[in-house]
């Protein structure tokens, strides 16, 4: 099982790249995203008690940003 806490060091992308798929971010969604570019060293454990969301909820979000070329590590 994945450690949820973990350190994540992320690095964002140009997000105003047109060519990307259109992909639903909603204000959470972009909460998190501003979390991270304060810090990108913020465990997904302190990401969700900002945002009040369930750390796996955080989890699978950074997982959706990564999986659609948002950000990346």
Known sequence: MENHSKHRKILIVN???TSMVNV???EKDRSILKLLLENSKQTTKDISKK???PITTVHNRIKKMRD????YN
Request: net charge positive; glycine share 0%.
């Open 68 to 71: 659609h070329n948002i950000i």
């Open 51 to 53: 945002v009040r969301l």
């Open 15 to 17: 997000t105003f790249n």
């Open 24 to 26: 639903k971010f909603d």
